[in-house]
């Protein structure tokens, strides 16, 4: 996916205020960054970002990207799991969440939902990339088409899910990028 791609699936999501001053976003299982970097693109260069990956090499080439793109922006790069609760140590509360190709991980994503929207500040923003399938498989285990994802947001406490954009995906057909608020 082109870095234009990636950026198209999130940017109607993502407000932003002037420089980004004074707002804080996470991004969760953020892998090597190239969703990490469209947020930071988006949402200035003075925005906060906390990028959580659990594989610390990624996170390592993560931070080389931002280092050479991005030099000085505040960045926290966590290494942490986000079955476990560890991650959640220290973030402020946030004015958005990103997970792109991260909730197909978790078996109970309710659950999880209603753990992340206790992070966000009241009309705080949920942004998620998944593929647009509900066909299980080794890499995805627990798949949601948008109209899955819209169901389960309200189940879990968020507005109404609106779909902001769809890419095609080299693995299983498209892909789309979602917003619900808190």
């Known amino acids: 996916m ?3 791609e990636i950026v198209s699936l999130i940017e109607g999501a993502v407000l932003r205020e002037d420089d980004g001053a004074g707002i804080a976003w996470a991004d969760l299982g953020s892998g090597e960054g190239a969703f990490t970097l469209g ?17 610390k090499r990624r996170l390592a080439v993560q931070k080389e990207a931002f280092d050479a ?5 505040p960045t926290e790069f966590i290494h942490a799991d986000l079955a476990g609760d560890k991650w959640r140590e220290g973030l402020p509360d946030l004015d958005g969440i990103l997970m792109a190709n991260t909730l197909h991980f978790f078996g109970n994503q309710e659950e999880f939902l209603a753990t992340l929207r206790t992070l966000l500040k009241p009309h705080g ?3 998620i990339v998944e593929y647009d399938t509900d ?8 798949p949601l088409t948008f109209e ?3 169901t389960l947001a309200e189940r879990s406490g968020f507005g109404a899910a609106k779909l902001i954009a769809r890419a095609k995906s080299k693995y299983w057909g498209s892909m789309y990028g979602a917003l619900a608020l808190r």
């Open 135 to 142: 066909r299980k498989s080794l890499f995805v285990p627990h």
């Open 39 to 55: 947020l930071r693109e988006l949402l200035g260069p003075r925005a906060w970002i906390f990028s959580v990956d659990k594989n």
């Open 148 to 150: 899955t994802w819209q």
């Open 125 to 127: 923003r949920l942004v």
């Open 69 to 73: 793109n991005f030099p000085g922006s």
């Open 2 to 4: 082109t870095h234009k």
